[in-house]
């Protein structure tokens, strides 16, 4: 993990190894970015970088026993804190490491539903709560392993019940000699405005194409298949890895032809196909049904696209183009919204484990209604 793993952001990398070269670090920074823009993976290449020994042009060795450590995310003075699901067994984050751990190291770009799938808890709430506080206090009132920094890595603060929040007012304040607080934050707005009052705000700057196609390039990702992936993401390194994911999942599952029989079945509402597409879909499993649900948000956008500005605009590639310039003149100011609306409710309900074919069924009778609304 380096600092020129993480897509763009230069002005942000610029500013952290800054603050560590002169040694002038606040003791408690707000890393504030949308979902798949690695500020969790830059919390910890910047604590890398801030413990490593012989650094190198402005990036950690990655061979000191420092480095090597967080590599694992296994150093005695880097903590982690992050929302967990309550039960009697687990009040704190400590009990569930491991398997935090296990989930950053396959994706550190991952956001709160790919952590609570990782746990098995799909439809459960996430929460930060007071006894994390107290550990969190408890963690950092005992002296360096190793001499120098501790940093405490709190991951979607924003989980923070009021209760929790207030008691790490203090020590966010006044926190322990040579100690740092890193918050990584998605939600601002659901911050309170006392913990962001005593953080120093590091705002991550939007993510171009550019940027999320040479992170994919890195990755050995096939350079048509990536362009094709950067231009969809909207700088979310998560969703353009997610597409690629689908494009390795089309022998499997052509989600373009799915997208066009459901349409068709829709337009007429035949309910002997459709019952059959339901059946057939409901059998994908919750994530390939998540994947297909967002592609069509894709292909719904291209088709307000194609209809209001120019075909060139388009993200989607010659084979969906076809179709869309087809099926484009079904959607327009009078349904998209709808459309759209019951589109990211049967995420939703994917997500919270709904039964399938009862949301299926809602959704296509309700796609039925939606497509046959005349324009104004």
């Given amino acids: 993990m380096f600092f020129k793993d993480i897509p763009g952001q230069s002005n942000v990398k610029q500013r952290l190894f800054t603050m560590v070269n002169e040694g002038r670090i606040p003791h408690a920074l707000l890393f504030l970015a949308p979902d798949g823009y690695g500020n969790l993976l830059t919390a910890v290449v910047f604590s890398k970088y801030l413990f490593c020994t012989n650094k190198q042009n402005n990036e950690p060795c990655n061979v000191c026993p420092s480095c090597l450590k967080i590599n694992n995310l296994a150093h005695p003075d880097l903590h982690f804190v992050f929302p967990i699901v309550l039960s009697k067994d687990a009040r704190i984050s400590e009990t569930l490491m491991a398997d935090f751990r296990h989930a950053f190291l396959n994706n550190p770009y991952l956001n709160q539903q790919d952590w609570l799938n990782e746990i098995g808890a799909d439809n459960k709430q996430l929460v930060i709560a007071a006894d994390e506080s107290n550990n969190i206090i408890k963690q950092l009132s005992y002296t360096s392993f190793e001499g120098g920094y501790k940093v405490m890595v709190i991951w979607s603060p924003e989980k923070m019940n009021d209760s929790a929040a207030n008691k790490l007012l203090k020590i966010l304040e006044e926190p322990p000699e040579k100690t740092i607080f890193i918050l990584v934050c998605h939600q601002y707005d659901q911050l309170l405005s006392t913990i962001i009052s005593r953080t120093q705000l590091v705002k991550f700057s939007v993510n171009t194409e550019s940027d999320i196609f040479e992170a994919l390039q890195a990755k050995g990702y096939n350079q048509q298949k990536s362009v094709y992936a950067a231009k969809l993401a909207d700088g979310n390194i998560n969703k353009a890895l997610e597409i690629l994911n689908q494009e390795q999942d089309a022998q499997e599952i052509n989600l373009l032809e799915h997208f066009q029989q459901f349409m068709r079945m829709a337009l007429?509402?035949?309910?002997?196909?459709?019952?059959?597409?339901?059946?057939?879909?409901?059998?994908?499993?919750?994530?390939?049904?998540?994947?297909?649900?967002?592609?069509?948000?894709?292909?719904?956008?291209?088709?307000?696209?194609?209809?209001?500005?120019?075909?060139?605009?388009?993200?989607?590639?010659?084979?969906?183009?076809d179709f869309l310039k087809k099926?484009?003149?079904?959607?327009?100011?009078?349904?998209?919204?709808?459309?759209?609306?019951?589109?990211?409710?049967?995420?939703?309900?994917?997500?919270?484990?709904?039964?399938?074919?009862i949301v299926l069924m809602d959704f296509s009778l309700k796609m039925n209604e939606l497509l046959n609304l005349k324009k104004a």
């Fill in 327 to 357: 099926f484009a003149p079904f959607v327009h100011f009078n349904n998209i919204e709808g459309i759209t609306e019951e589109f990211n409710k049967t995420i939703f309900h994917i997500e919270r484990n709904a039964n399938p074919k």
């Fill in 268 to 321: 007429k509402f035949n309910p002997f196909k459709i019952n059959q597409w339901i059946d057939v879909t409901a059998a994908f499993g919750r994530e390939k049904q998540k994947q297909f649900f967002n592609y069509g948000l894709q292909l719904l956008r291209d088709c307000i696209v194609i209809n209001f500005s120019s075909e060139q605009l388009a993200k989607c590639n010659t084979e969906e183009l």
